[in-house]
């Protein structure tokens, strides 16, 4: 199990990110239906909601394969879904755009990647997953996993239109979104 301070290491970002990030250990149940202790970094204001939602997913039973930082995979989140980790915070940009994913405030979680992949026409995150509606750990519309975060106002990248992103869970601010538009590499003041 990992610090804060470790779990935040090697990543340039604004303090003010830095210091908004909470490490959480979270039981969950692994494919090997045994339970198993992950950890998430998560924004500090979203953690009692994020402790609360995997209690519940936890209570049902539902497969995760591993819960690491992203800091374990040197920031890759290409490395970190191929191992088909569940993860939250990672400073970087959204897929494909010139803006802050909400993974790098710490408002984003992926779940089982290699179930629950992002498809945008011929790509497919990790490459070579598969979204199966049958395998387990596969999250659904109408399965309990999507109702626990979505009750709570979290919005499933599985209902998206333009593309899938079966693993993404995001929870929207509307300060956040406007700071998220304007970031660029240039415009963030940054620390190691």
């Known amino acids: 199990?990992?610090?804060?301070?470790?779990?935040?290491?090697?990543?340039?970002?604004?303090?003010?990110?830095?210091?908004?990030?909470?490490?959480?250990?979270?039981?969950?149940?692994?494919?090997?239906g045994e339970m198993h202790q992950g950890q998430l970094v998560i924004q500090r204001e979203l953690a009692a909601e994020?402790?609360?939602?995997?209690?519940?997913?936890?209570q049902l039973r539902f497969p995760i394969?591993?819960?690491?930082?992203?800091?374990?995979?040197?920031?890759?989140?290409?490395?970190?879904?191929?191992?088909?980790n569940s993860s939250a915070f990672n400073y970087r940009?959204?897929?494909?755009?010139?803006?802050?994913?909400?993974?790098?405030?710490?408002?984003?979680i992926d779940i089982n990647p290699v179930q629950n992949p992002y498809i945008k026409g011929e790509l497919v995150l990790?490459?070579?997953?598969?979204?199966?509606?049958?395998a387990r750990g596969t999250l659904l519309g109408d399965g309990p996993v999507v109702a626990v975060f979505e009750k709570r106002g979290w919005t499933w990248g599985g209902r998206w239109q333009r593309l899938s992103d079966w693993h993404h869970f995001e929870?929207?601010?509307?300060?956040?979104?406007?700071?998220?538009?304007?970031?660029?590499?240039?415009?963030?003041?940054?620390?190691?």
């Open 93 to 108: 940009f959204a897929q494909g755009k010139p803006k802050l994913s909400y993974h790098a405030y710490g408002r984003a």
């Open 50 to 58: 994020v402790q609360a939602i995997f209690a519940e997913i936890a």
């Open 65 to 84: 394969a591993k819960m690491v930082p992203v800091v374990a995979y040197a920031w890759s989140d290409d490395d970190s879904m191929a191992d088909n």
């Open 126 to 134: 990790p490459p070579g997953a598969v979204y199966n509606p049958e």
């Open 1 to 32: 199990m990992m610090t804060l301070e470790e779990a935040l290491a090697g990543k340039e970002m604004p303090l003010e990110i830095r210091q908004n990030q909470a490490l959480l250990d979270l039981p969950y149940w692994g494919f090997d």
């Open 171 to 192: 929870k929207a601010d509307a300060q956040i979104e406007a700071l998220a538009a304007q970031a660029t590499p240039q415009t963030t003041r940054v620390v190691q």
